[in-house]
Each structure stands twice: as structure tokens, then as C-alpha cells.
């Protein structure tokens, strides 16, 4: 709706109302607790699934199969190793709600790109918000800047001015306490609320956009490569 505003058109959508949907998270680190926070908060039924058994409070931990089938709303929240590389496959994608929302803020490679790039084609994928791709900065002509039920963002979920200022901090102290100030900031200071509200507004038909400075070689996201999120 965004787009079509700008451009001079007045288009209007029905929308689609998040309380008393199901949000999946998958993977539940620090920064899906706080996901899980936001949503609970929303009226949101939270359905979670983890590798190592968790718990949180309002929180439903199911079989992975359930949770694709009955999330209105996907998050990733794996960390990227071997075992996770591609982990939603073209075939847990189609076992997916038709319909549904994905919001990828972990890592671009722990989702089959062609598969989901079809699923959104299709309309099996209402929307996908995504901050994190296999290849950064995202190509130039790249197909997901063609499709119109995608936000995307620039791996920037987790940049705000106090987050920044945590991370100085910790680049000053030792291994271990600079463990203890990235878990800190993924949960106190709230780096994902901006843009995850953002993708959320995808149930909206709603995009944003604008222009970076790029680096100046890309980076393949498709090794063993920490995560912003702590999902043991």
C-alpha cells in the first residue's frame, strides 16, 4: 500500500489482524524470547520449536511439523551451522499454513532462497520480511527486489543507537563478558522491535525502502557463520 501510495495510486487492501493468529518461532535463542514477548503482548498464540528442550512462560513448544502447519507468522531463529544450512527446505516450505508470513532475521542461507522465491510467486507465502540473505549486499536485479510481497531490509535488524553503544562497550572487555553484553542487548535493548513491527506490517501490504552505502565485495552467508541470535 506503501508503494502504491508513492506512486500516485490509491490502492486499499484488507488487512490482516494479528490478534488471535499463531506465530512459529523457530529456533528460541535470546532474540526469539523476546519475539515471544512482543507477540504474547499482541494477543498472539506463540508456538515454538527447539533443537534442546526449552520453556518459557505463555510459550507452546510443538513438533516441528505442527509448527509449520498452524503458523499464520514464520521466524527463523536458528543459528547457521551444517546441520541448519537450507533447514527450511522446499518441502518444509510447502508444509507450511498456505498463507502464511515469513520473517527471516537469523540467516539468509537457513532457507532454500529458490524455494520460497517460488512459494511467494505462488501465493503459498502471503509475505516474507527478510533482513538477511545468502549473498550481501543483496545483488543488484536481484529477484526478491522484483516481488511485491517482500520487505526487505539491509542486515540492519539490529541496529539502533543503544544497541550500538552496547556493542562498543563489549568490543572493550573480555570473551565472556562480551558473551554476556550481546545476549544484554538482543534482550534489553530491543534491536529486532523496529524492524520486526515492520515485517509484521506485511500482513498490511506494507513496504519500505531507501539507499545504503554498499561494501564494497559481498559476503556468501552459507558457512559456518555465528548468528545474531543463541539458539543452542
Known amino acids: 500500500m506503501d508503494r502504491e501510495i508513492r506512486a500516485g495510486n490509491w490502492v486499499r487492501s484488507e488487512s490482516l489482524q494479528l490478534t488471535g493468529r499463531t506465530i512459529g518461532l523457530l529456533g528460541f535463542g535470546g532474540i526469539a524470547t523476546e519475539v515471544a514477548r512482543l507477540a504474547?503482548?499482541?494477543?498472539?498464540?506463540?508456538?515454538?520449536?527447539?533443537?534442546?528442550?526449552?520453556?518459557?512462560?505463555g510459550v507452546q513448544f510443538v513438533e516441528l511439523d505442527r509448527l509449520l502447519?498452524?503458523?499464520d507468522v514464520l521466524s527463523m531463529h536458528l543459528l547457521l551451522?551444517?546441520?541448519?544450512?537450507?533447514?527450511?527446505?522446499?518441502?518444509?516450505?510447502?508444509a507450511m499454513?498456505?498463507?502464511?508470513?515469513?520473517?527471516?532475521?537469523?540467516?539468509?542461507?537457513?532457507?532454500?532462497?529458490?524455494?520460497?522465491?517460488?512459494?511467494?510467486?505462488?501465493?503459498?507465502?502471503?509475505?516474507?520480511?527478510?533482513?538477511?540473505?545468502t549473498v550481501e549486499p543483496l545483488?543488484?536485479?536481484?529477484?526478491?527486489?522484483?516481488?511485491?510481497?517482500?520487505?526487505?531490509?539491509?542486515?540492519?535488524?539490529?541496529?539502533?543507537?543503544?544497541?550500538?553503544h552496547n556493542l562498543i562497550g563489549a568490543a572493550h572487555v573480555g570473551p565472556v563478558v562480551q558473551t554476556s553484553c550481546r545476549l544484554n542487548c538482543a534482550q534489553s535493548d530491543r534491536p529486532v522491535r523496529?524492524?520486526?513491527?515492520?515485517?509484521?506490517?506485511?500482513?498490511?501490504?506494507?513496504?519500505?525502502?531507501?539507499?545504503?552505502?554498499?561494501?564494497?565485495d559481498p559476503i556468501k552467508y552459507d558457512g559456518l557463520r555465528p548468528s545474531p541470535d543463541v539458539s543452542p
Open 40 to 57: 504474547l503482548g499482541m494477543g498472539m498464540k506463540v508456538l515454538a520449536w527447539n533443537r534442546s528442550p526449552k520453556a518459557f512462560p
Open 69 to 71: 502447519a498452524e503458523s
Open 81 to 94: 551451522n551444517e546441520d541448519t544450512k537450507n533447514f527450511l527446505s522446499r518441502e518444509r516450505i510447502a
Open 97 to 133: 499454513r498456505p498463507g502464511a508470513i515469513l520473517i527471516n532475521t537469523a540467516r539468509g542461507a537457513l532457507v532454500d532462497e529458490d524455494a520460497m522465491v517460488d512459494a511467494l510467486r505462488s501465493g503459498h507465502l502471503r509475505h516474507a520480511g527478510l533482513d538477511v540473505f
Open 139 to 164: 545483488p543488484a536485479g536481484h529477484v526478491l527486489t522484483s516481488l511485491p510481497n517482500v520487505t526487505l531490509s539491509a542486515h540492519s535488524a539490529f541496529r539502533t543507537a543503544e544497541a550500538n
Open 194 to 216: 523496529g524492524f520486526y513491527l515492520a515485517c509484521i506490517g506485511a500482513a498490511r501490504r506494507l513496504s519500505f525502502g531507501g539507499t545504503v552505502a554498499a561494501p564494497p
